[in-house]
T-cell receptor
C-alpha cells in the first residue's frame, strides 16, 4: 500500500514570495491533516479536512495561508506571501476516518521550507 | 503556553539497557495520549498510545505508563536497540472534545552499540 506522498521535498524561497505544497493521501482515507513543524518543536496542526470539507482550521494563519482539498483526495497548502518565520517542515497526514489521531494516522515525509 | 512538555531534549543509552522518555502535561482534560517516533527525513510514525482509563499499556519492548494525578506519562523501551535511535514525540488529545493531538517538542534518543 502506497503511503502519503508529498512534494516537493525541499523548497527555498525568498520572503514575500509564494509557495505551494502538494499532498496525496493514502487511497480511501477520508481525513487529511496539514501540520507545521518548526525546528525544535513538535508538529502543530494547521488544518483538518474530512473529505473535501474543513473540520478545523483554527490554527491556520488565514491572512497568508490557504488550503484546499478539491474532490476530497489531493490537497494543496499555499503560503502567500511567505515570512521568515514560516521556515519549517510541513507534514501531511491522512486517516481512514475522523478518529483520534493515533493508530490510524499516517504521515508523509514532509516538505522542508526555508524562507530567506 | 506549552500544554505538553518533554523537558529532556536528548537521551543517550547503551544498547540492551532501558530507555525512559518522560512527558508532562498541564491540561487535565486530556484523555488520550500517544507516542510517535520520527527518523530523520521521515514523517512521524505512531508507536503506542494509552487512554486515560488505563495506567499502563504494553506492546513488545515498548510500555507506556500514565500517572494522571501527576499529569505525567513515560515511555519505557526495554531492551534498547540502536535502531531505536530517533526523535520521540509525546502527544495528548481529548481536551474540549477535540481529538487533534497537541505535541511536545520531542526527545532525541541515541542508543549506543
Amino acid at each position: 500500500e502506497a503511503g502519503v506522498a508529498q512534494s516537493p521535498r525541499y523548497k527555498i524561497i525568498e520572503k514575500r514570495q509564494s509557495v505551494a505544497f502538494w499532498c496525496n493521501p493514502i487511497s480511501g482515507h477520508a481525513t487529511l491533516y496539514w501540520y507545521q513543524q518548526i525546528l525544535g518543536q513538535g508538529p502543530k496542526l494547521l488544518i483538518q479536512f474530512q473529505n473535501n470539507g474543513v473540520v478545523d482550521d483554527s490554527q491556520l494563519p488565514k491572512d497568508r495561508f490557504s488550503a484546499e482539498r478539491l474532490k476530497g483526495v489531493d490537497s494543496t497548502l499555499k503560503i502567500q506571501p511567505a515570512k521568515l518565520e514560516d521556515s519549517a517542515v510541513y507534514l501531511c497526514a491522512s486517516s481512514p476516518r475522523d478518529t483520534p489521531v493515533g493508530t490510524e494516522a499516517f504521515f508523509g515525509q514532509g516538505t522542508r521550507l526555508t524562507v530567506v | 503556553d506549552q500544554q505538553v512538555k518533554q523537558n529532556s531534549p536528548s537521551l543517550s543509552v547503551q544498547e540492551g539497557r532501558i530507555s525512559i522518555l518522560n512527558c508532562d502535561y498541564t491540561n487535565s482534560m486530556f484523555d488520550y495520549f500517544l507516542w510517535y517516533k520520527k527518523y530523520p527525513a521521515e514523517g512521524p510514525t505512531f508507536l503506542i498510545s494509552i487512554s486515560s482509563i488505563k495506567d499502563k499499556n504494553e506492546d513488545g519492548r515498548f510500555t507506556v505508563f500514565l500517572n494522571k494525578s501527576a499529569k505525567h506519562l513515560s515511555l519505557h523501551i526495554v531492551p534498547s536497540q540502536p535502531g531505536d535511535s530517533a526523535v520521540y514525540f509525546c502527544a495528548a488529545s481529548g481536551a474540549g472534545g477535540s481529538y487533534i493531538p497537541t505535541f511536545g517538542r520531542g526527545t532525541s534518543l541515541i542508543v549506543h552499540p
